[in-house]
Structure formats: C-alpha cells, structure tokens
C-alpha cells in the first residue's frame, strides 16, 4: 500500500523551513486580529473582539488562524470557497477585495460580514487574507440585526452573495452605498469594514516578506504544515479508544414556538478517523435559530482542533474529519429563506453535544457540557433630547468541569471567546447605568468536579425610550454534567419595571423599556464532573461545590 502524504517525512530543507514558518504565519494572523481591533469602530469588535482572522491558501485551504473567536474562524473557510466559486483565481486582480455574508454562499448571519483579499507575489496569487467582523447594523426589522422574532432572512437585513467590494482603484462607490443605505449606523458600518481592510493589507505585507524569505518553496512548506497538523491529529485519534457515542440536547424553542428544539449528535471513531454526524436533529424551524453549513463547520473545527492542540493552526486538523449534516431543511442545513440571526445558540449546543458524546468515551477524556449559552443583547433607542442610540453586547455563563479540575465562572467557551463590554464603555456610549455585574455563584453543577457559575448582569436605562433584542438559551434545558455530575442552573432574564411591576424573559425576545426600568440577565453554569459519594462512604469526596 502506498504511504499516505502525511506518513511521508518532508525533504531536508523543507523540514528545516517549517518550525519558523510556523511561527511566521501564526504571528501574522495575530496581528491581523489585534490591528483589526485596535481600528474597529464598534464597542462589539473593539472591546469583545467579535471578528476573526486567518491566512488560507490560493485553493482555500486555511494555513493559519488567529488566536481569537472559532465561531467566526471556522465560517472563514467557507467564505473563502464561496469567493473562489463565483471569482476564479484568473479573474483576479493586485487590489481586489472581497466581500459576502450570504448562509448559503459561505456566509453564516447578515452581521457577519467576510472580506477575502488575494496576496500577489511575482504575480500569482500566494495567498488571501481573511477578516470576519460582526457589525452593528446591516438592517433588517430591528436595530443591531438580530430580531430574535424574524422568520425569514429578508427580515434580518442586507443579504450579499460574494462581490468585488475593492479594487486597486478604491471601494467600488455602488457597493458602499448599497451597504450605507441599508445599515442605521453607516459610519460604524465603514469604519469597521476599514479596519477589516487594514487588518488583509498587513497581513497581505507580512506574507509577501515571508515568501521573499522562504524562497521558491514557499508552496512546498506550506504544504508540509498543513501534513504535520493532519498527522498529528491522526495520531491523537489513533491513541482515543474506537467506539461510537451519541447526545441529545435541545433549545428552548425557537423564539417564535416554545417547543423544544432538539439536537443530536453521534461520533463514530475508527482508528485514525472520526465522523460527526447530525442526524436526528430537529427540522428547520420558523424562528432565527437555523445554523448554515458555514457555521456548524466552526463546531466541528473547535473540536478537531482540542485533539492535537500543539499542532501547527490550520486545515490538517480536519483531513481525518467527515463532517455529515442532514439534508437542507434541517435545524443545521436550512433552506432558503430561513431565518439564522440567532444561530449561535444552535452552535454552541451542537459543540456542547459533541463534547458531552466525546466524554462517555473510555479514558475519562473530554469535559462536561459547558453552559451553552453566549447571550446577546442589541440595546437601542432615543434619548431625551431625540438622539439615537445603539449597541451590542454579549455575555459569557459558566465552563464545564473535567476529571482534571472545575469549570471556569464567566467565561466565553467553545465555540465563543468573546470578552466582555467594559461597564465603562458602555456607560459612555449608551444612557445606561451598569447596576450588577457579578459571577452567580451556586450556578454550576455539583460533582466531584464543579461547573463553572455563570454571571449575573443588571442595566437601568436613565432616559427616554428603548428596545431590548435579547437572545439567550438554557431558559428551561439545562448544561447537563458528564460521569455523574450534576447539572448546571438555568438562565434567567427578567424587567423590572419603574411601576414596580416585573416581566420574564423567554430565550428570545424584543421588547421596550422606558427611564428607570432595570433589565437584568442570568446566566445558566457549565456541567459538573463524577458522581459525589454518599456521605456514609467510607471515601467521601475531596470537595464538594458551594
């Protein structure tokens, strides 16, 4: 039988090149995403970091991401296929940039808007350079672009197939005003995608210099990068027992109908390979939960990726992966003209099923289900004086625990690596008093190992009137605990009104608020790890959970 290309040790001078290539194109993509925080206008990419970098190969295969959010990272790859599908590599041009944020053309969510920038370098294409970027506002039926009560995706805002955004000339003038026209915050809306744009430009430099360093095999070490990830993916999964593990879980309906909205997953594990496979999982709903292909690729990736976590960042990790989604019309592969705006709930329990099936696995490997939930809040409205008012923000729950320690409290897992909105930041830019903001304790779930608390979180709007877009999970399911462990607590979110009157929150929901009403926000704890002995034993556990 003939040796596959990753059993197939690289030549001498290739082996040598690759530890500092490595390091090159890492430090690339990370100062891609730092340049690109620093120059984003919006609090949501500046100050939460809701965008993603990455470098990709002229085929579109990633060649290195940045340490930064996988939710976003993952739906990359698909972006940059989607743009090599409709702009083959002869028609493009030293200058040119590409822009999308279509579900079914490699897109994810409208917000999410994806620019591709090929890299020349003796005239060929070498590379792109990648940025994705949640914006503020693209349109649609509410202020931040993510009604949680939308059934369709023309009610999200603008939707764009993959188009040519730039050229050497500049920003193609009917692009951006098609863009500034359907966004409430034009302003926001270029100068984020400027801070895209300075984000490629600098990584398009450094690659350039790395190739003139490299020299002429460039291509070849690149090659072998992306074999020594897939070898030693491989090897990780050779040293996993075989075997086959299912989980359910289920969302708190789909923001329209309360029904419970189930997902399920089964791993199949043979030797050096793995399948995920979706089947069983809930139909398409009519609600915005619905996650394209793109973004339950970025599940899939964060799980590849814990495998050989020391391997080089790219798209070896996924060679020993078939990923198998249900035909389109499902929860996970919608159909056009399905709603998506709210697809990171979907996400984040898909990643939390496939942590909790990889953890019944023999050896004790894996982590208890973390919380599940990345709430997202879009606050607007109008202040006394008529001026408007807009952001957004998203708070982190609770980590699950392991057999090596508890989960963590208050933080942005999986799929999430979002960090929080500054009290300060969003005291400034909005007429909002931050009255809470604390880690709600007893939270996660008991057990050898405890979950992680989730955090609590309190605003007081000081004048005029407003909307709250708000979307959470875990309302009524819960994170449940792996070995034994107990299970995390749920979510809340309630107003209380200036009239002293109190409204509950479901998972999603729109509604206003008036000066002086108190939204406040709890979110649900990570699973805990191994079953407590009975107080009678004669080996009582080490601790047990506050």
């Not at 000339?169 to 951006?176: A, K, S």
């Not at 607590?489 to 929901?509: K, N, Q």
Request: charged share 20%.
């Amino acid at each position: 039988m003939m040796p596959r290309a990753h059993d197939v040790p690289p030549d001498p001078v290739i082996a040598l090149r690759m530890e500092p290539l490595r390091l090159a194109l890492q430090g690339t993509a990370d100062r891609m995403q730092h340049g690109m925080m620093r120059a984003a206008v919006s609090s949501i990419a500046r100050e939460s970091g809701d965008c993603a970098a990455a470098l990709f190969l002229p085929d579109g295969r990633l060649l290195a991401q940045a340490r930064s959010l996988p939710l976003l990272l993952g739906s990359l790859i698909p972006a940059v296929a989607g743009v090599l599908a409709r702009f083959p590599l002869a028609t493009m041009s030293e200058g040119d940039a590409y822009l999308l944020n279509d579900p079914w053309s490699g897109g994810t969510h409208l917000p999410d808007l994806a620019l591709v920038h090929p890299v020349f370098h003796d005239g060929e294409v070498i590379a792109f350079a990648a940025a994705n970027l949640h914006h503020q506002d693209v349109g649609g039926m509410a202020a931040g672009s993510i009604p949680p009560d939308a059934t369709e995706v023309y009610q999200e805002g603008l939707r764009l197939p993959p188009v040519r955004w730039r050229s050497a000339e500049g920003v193609q003038p009917d692009i951006d005003a098609i863009l500034a026209a359907n966004s409430r915050t034009p302003d926001n809306l270029r100068g984020d995608l400027e801070a895209q744009w300075t984000a490629l430009t600098q990584g398009a430099r450094e690659l350039k210099q790395i190739a003139r360093h490299t020299g002429p095999r460039f291509a070849d070490v690149c090659d072998a990068l992306i074999a020594q990830t897939e070898c030693m993916t491989r090897a990780a999964l050779a040293a996993a027992p075989d075997g086959e593990w299912t989980w359910r879980d289920q969302l708190d309906g789909d923001g329209i109908d309360t029904a419970p909205v189930s997902i399920a997953v089964s791993l199949r594990k043979q030797g050096d390979t793995l399948v995920i496979d979706f089947e069983g999982t809930a139909p398409q709903v009519r609600g915005p939960l619905n996650a394209s292909p793109a973004a339950m690729l970025s599940a899939a990736l964060f799980f590849m990726r814990t495998l050989a976590p020391d391997a080089p960042n790219n798209a070896g990790c996924l060679a020993p992966l078939t990923l198998k989604l249900p035909p389109p019309g499902s929860l996970v592969n919608p159909a056009l003209p399905a709603a998506v705006n709210a697809r990171t709930a979907t996400v984040k329990l898909a990643c939390n099923a496939i942590l909790g099936a990889w953890s019944q696995s023999a050896g004790g490997m894996g982590v208890a289900p973390h919380a599940g939930v990345a709430t997202v809040l879009a606050l607007s409205g109008t202040r006394a004086d008529g001026r408007r008012w807009m952001f957004t923000e998203i708070i982190a729950s609770g980590a699950g625990a392991s057999v090596h320690a508890p989960g963590r409290a208050g933080v942005s897992t999986d799929v999430g690596n979002a960090r929080n909105t500054p009290v300060e930041v969003i005291e400034t830019e909005a007429p909002l008093r931050v009255e809470c903001y604390e880690i709600r304790r007893g939270s996660g779930g008991g057990g050898l190992q405890c979950g992680g608390d989730g955090v609590r979180r309190a605003y007081r709007l000081l004048e005029g009137q407003g909307w709250i877009a708000y979307r959470g999970e875990r309302h009524v399911g819960r994170a449940r605990g792996a070995r034994g462990g107990g299970a995390g607590a749920t979510s809340m979110a309630r107003v209380l009104r200036v009239d002293g009157a109190i409204e509950l929150l479901p998972a999603r929901a729109r509604i206003a608020w008036s000066a002086g009403d108190l939204l406040i926000i709890e979110t649900a704890g990570g699973g805990g790890w191994g079953r407590l002995a009975p107080i009678e034993s004669a080996n009582p556990p080490a601790r047990s959970c506050p």
